[in-house]
């Protein structure tokens, strides 16, 4: 499964954008949305290096929170499950 990541355009230069989402920065193509203008300030979501989607900034904040709570969830279970590691016989 593929999750389409959210991240805002800094600049964009011919059918490439610089995005940036949580402090990572990445060159985006826009090959899939040339039907689309994409400005900066304007949030796509990325899916293997293309840009598959305008969305709203409010979309894109609701995404992040829903992968923030999947990547806390993941980090219980981690957590649990190495202090399970460290009590087994």
Same mark, same amino acid.
């Given at each position: 499964?593929?999750?389409?990541?959210?991240?805002?355009?800094?600049? @964009?230069?011919?059918?490439?954008?610089?995005?940036? %989402?949580?402090? @990572?920065?990445?060159?985006?193509?826009?090959?899939?949305?040339?039907?689309?203008?994409?400005?900066?300030?304007?949030?796509?979501?990325?899916?293997?290096?293309? %840009?598959?989607?305008?969305?709203?900034?409010?979309?894109?904040?609701? %995404?992040?929170?829903?992968?923030?709570?999947?990547? %806390?969830?993941?980090?219980?279970?981690?957590?649990?499950?190495?202090?399970?590691?460290?009590?087994?016989?």
């Amino acid at each position: 499964m593929c999750l389409g990541i959210p991240m805002k355009v800094l600049s @964009v230069e011919g059918f490439v954008a610089c995005c940036e %989402a949580k402090g @990572v920065q990445r060159d985006v193509s826009l090959f899939l949305m040339q039907e689309e203008t994409v400005m900066p300030g304007d949030f796509l979501v990325m899916q293997g290096g293309y %840009a598959t989607e305008k969305v709203t900034a409010e979309e894109a904040a609701t %995404a992040w929170e829903i992968y923030d709570q999947i990547l %806390a969830a993941e980090d219980a279970v981690s957590d649990t499950n190495s202090k399970i590691e460290r009590t087994s016989p």
